[in-house]
C-alpha cells in the first residue's frame, strides 16, 4: 500500500513538473514582410536562432504587409519584435501619418542594413525619370508597408501628385513582378534589401529588360521635409540582371524593432544572440553582413533604444 501511494505520490510529481515546464513554454512573434522580400527570409533565420538558444521559446516569423503593419502589431501586443525602416519607426513614435490613430511605444533592439528604394520599370514603358510616372500605372507598394510611406515621399520630391498624376496599385514586391510582366503596370516602387529576390528574377526573365531608374537628387528634398533619415546609394550594375550602369538610388535604415513591454534581460540576450551568431543569420541572407556593432550608433536609428539592448552594446564598447 506504501509503496503504492509513494507511486502515486512520484506520477502526481512527475507531471506538476511536466505541466509547469509546459506552462512555461513562451512564443515570440516576428512581425517581418512579403515573401518576395529580405525581412521574410532574415525573420525565418532569426526565428530559429532565438528557437534553438533561448530556453523555453519558440519564435515564429509571420508574413505580414511590412514596416506599418509590423509597428501596429507591435502597438496591440499581437507580436513582440518586428523588422521595420526607420522612417516609419519615427512616424509610430511621433503619432504621424500612418498613425495618426495613437503613438506606439516603439524602442529599437539593433540596426540592421540599409534599405534601397528600387523604382523599377521594363523597357518599353517610356520610362527613364521619376517624373516620368506621370499617366503611368504605378504600385506604390503593398497597403501596411514602409515602401508605400517612402514612395509617397519620393514622388512628392519629384514635384508629382501621387492621386492625380498616376493610376496607383497597392501591391507588394512579387505581385509587383507579376504584374508588370503582365503588362498591368508599368512601374512599380520596392524598398528592400540588395539582392531583392522578385527583383532579381524580373530581371531574369526571358524577354524582359529590366530598368532601375535613378533618383538619388530627390535626397535633399525628402530631407528637408521629413529630417536626416535618407542618404544616396549606389546601386551596382552586378546586383541585377541585364543592368547596364549603377543605380543612383536612396536608402534609408533597417532596425530591428520592440515594444516597451520586452524585458531587459530578453532584449540583452536577443542582440548578443544577433551579434555573435551572425553566421547563421548570414547563411540565410547576405545583407545580415551589416548586422555589425559599428552600425549600431544613434544616428542610424530614428527611436529609442531598448535599455537592454544599450547594456549589451555599451559592454562591447560602443557608445550610444
Known sequence: MKRTLIGAAVALVATAVAFGAQAQQRTISIGTGGTGGVYYPIGGGLANLLSKNLP?????????????????????????????MADAALDAVNGEDKFKGGKVAVQTLMVLYPNVMHVVTIDGTGITKVSDLK???????????????????????AGLDKDKDMKRERLGVAESVNAIKDKKIDAFFWVGGLPTAAVTDLGATPGVKLKMIDHDDLVPKMNAKYGPLYSSKIVAKSVYPGQEADNKATAVWNVLVTNDKMSDKDAY??????????????????????????????????????????????????KM
Open 56 to 84: 523555453n521559446t519558440q519564435a515564429t516569423a509571420q508574413v505580414t504587409g511590412g514596416s506599418v503593419d509590423n509597428l501596429k502589431l507591435l502597438g496591440s501586443g499581437q507580436s513582440e519584435i518586428g523588422f521595420s
Open 135 to 157: 499617366g503611368k500605372r504605378v504600385s506604390t507598394g503593398s497597403g501596411g508597408s514602409a515602401t508605400e510611406v517612402m514612395a509617397f515621399r519620393v514622388i512628392e520630391a
Open 269 to 318: 540576450e536577443i542582440v548578443k544572440l544577433m551579434v555573435e551568431k551572425k553566421a547563421d543569420l548570414v547563411a540565410v541572407h547576405k545583407e545580415a553582413e551589416s548586422f555589425s556593432l559599428e552600425n549600431q550608433i544613434k544616428g542610424n536609428s530614428s527611436v529609442p533604444w531598448h535599455p537592454g539592448a544599450v547594456k549589451y552594446f555599451t559592454e562591447k564598447g560602443v
